[in-house]
């Protein structure tokens, strides 16, 4: 009796901490960190199995170090480079997937662990306890910390031997939202690309782009495709660039979610849906992005 007592508990503490959660605009993310951690081992064979030269770097900005992710491309000149924003999920398998993927379409990746020295005794995202506890320490990440880490990493990035000097910036979901607003504190990036991600909402703040914006949204996603208009709106009357794009039948998370193993035969016909609309979006989504990138 004891013993079931105590999982009854346990069991309501989970729920609780469930329902905490959900009030989240990240909770659906917060819930299934975890699980995805353990579930991207598809994308770290695709790292290790990569020809491309993969290296930790240690940034300083300010008084903090940030671990960063390079990739360089298999190329004879010089490259420009893009400062890869990783989602909610920290520094996953799958953003050091997708910045492999950008140097493989011939450009220079940095990818910086932004909990560097945010986790316990010091650790960055391999350091938490589980998806939940990176999804809140990223929510409460200082802007101006995040701002002082990105311009290290485009920083050290723009300055290597094999880099032109050009340096653009992605992000993803949170780190989509990220870019946009790094947008407005870097006037000399070349480019942001924002994957569904929301931008800034002050017209101050729109002022401060330079650089043309290329926005990459899912149609299944109101929560963040509501905030387009406005965006539209505010980029138009500010005079900037903002190109957007949504991609009917994908849902949010669409290029890490399109790139997961394929369910199975027998899966639920809706999961077999959703992910065949996931992966046309990221498909579709990457031939659009290396175009844009050629324009570097």
């Given at each position: 009796?004891?013993?079931l007592l105590l999982t009854i508990a346990a069991l309501l503490i989970a729920v609780s901490a469930w329902a905490?959660?959900?009030?989240?605009?990240?909770?659906?993310?917060?819930?299934?960190?975890?699980?995805?951690?353990?579930?991207?081992?598809?994308?770290?064979?695709?790292?290790?199995?990569?020809?491309?030269?993969?290296?930790?770097?240690?940034?300083?900005?300010?008084?903090?170090?940030?671990?960063?992710?390079?990739?360089?491309?298999?190329?004879?000149?010089?490259?420009?480079?893009?400062?890869?924003?990783?989602?909610?999920?920290?520094?996953?398998?799958?953003?050091?997937?997708?910045?492999?993927?950008?140097?493989?379409?011939?450009?220079?990746?940095?990818?910086?662990?932004?909990?560097?020295?945010?986790?316990?005794?010091?650790?960055?995202?391999?350091?938490?306890?589980?998806?939940?506890?990176?999804?809140?320490?990223?929510?409460?990440?200082?802007?101006?910390?995040?701002?002082?880490?990105?311009?290290?990493?485009?920083?050290?990035?723009?300055?290597?031997?094999?880099?032109?000097?050009?340096?653009?910036?992605?992000?993803?979901?949170?780190?989509?939202?990220?870019?946009?607003?790094?947008?407005?504190?870097?006037?000399?990036?070349?480019?942001?690309?924002?994957?569904?991600?929301?931008?800034?909402?002050?017209?101050?703040?729109?002022?401060?782009?330079?650089a043309p914006v290329y926005g990459f949204y899912a149609g299944n996603d109101a929560r963040v495709g509501t905030t387009i208009p406005k965006t539209i709106e505010l980029m138009k009357a500010a005079g900037k660039t903002f190109?957007?794009?949504?991609?009917?039948?994908?849902?949010?998370?669409?290029?890490?979610?399109?790139?997961?193993?394929?369910?199975?035969?027998?899966?639920?016909?809706?999961?077999?849906?959703?992910?065949?609309?996931?992966?046309?979006?990221?498909?579709?989504?990457?031939?659009?992005?290396?175009?844009?990138?050629?324009?570097?």
């Amino acid at each position: 009796m004891k013993r079931l007592l105590l999982t009854i508990a346990a069991l309501l503490i989970a729920v609780s901490a469930w329902a905490q959660d959900s009030a989240n605009p990240h909770a659906e993310h917060a819930m299934t960190a975890a699980n995805t951690s353990v579930s991207q081992d598809w994308a770290k064979k695709k790292v290790d199995a990569s020809p491309r030269h993969h290296e930790w770097v240690n940034l300083k900005s300010g008084t903090r170090t940030v671990s960063a992710f390079v990739v360089y491309p298999e190329v004879k000149k010089k490259a420009a480079a893009v400062v890869v924003i990783h989602e909610i999920f920290g520094m996953s398998d799958w953003v050091q997937m997708l910045a492999d993927e950008v140097a493989e379409a011939g450009y220079i990746a940095i990818a910086p662990d932004l909990l560097s020295g945010m986790g316990p005794n010091g650790g960055g995202t391999s350091s938490f306890a589980d998806g939940t506890a990176v999804g809140k320490a990223i929510r409460d990440l200082p802007p101006d910390q995040i701002t002082a880490d990105l311009n290290a990493a485009a920083d050290y990035v723009s300055k290597l031997p094999a880099a032109s000097g050009k340096v653009a910036v992605a992000g993803f979901c949170w780190g989509g939202t990220q870019s946009f607003r790094f947008a407005t504190n870097r006037p000399s990036l070349s480019a942001a690309y924002v994957f569904y991600g929301t931008g800034p909402e002050s017209p101050d703040e729109i002022a401060k782009i330079k650089a043309p914006v290329y926005g990459f949204y899912a149609g299944n996603d109101a929560r963040v495709g509501t905030t387009i208009p406005k965006t539209i709106e505010l980029m138009k009357a500010a005079g900037k660039t903002f190109e957007p794009v949504t991609y009917e039948g994908a849902g949010h998370g669409f290029m890490r979610a399109g790139e997961t193993p394929p369910p199975a035969a027998d899966a639920d016909q809706k999961v077999r849906d959703a992910y065949a609309g996931n992966k046309k979006a990221r498909d579709d989504a990457w031939t659009r992005w290396k175009a844009l990138l050629k324009k570097l």
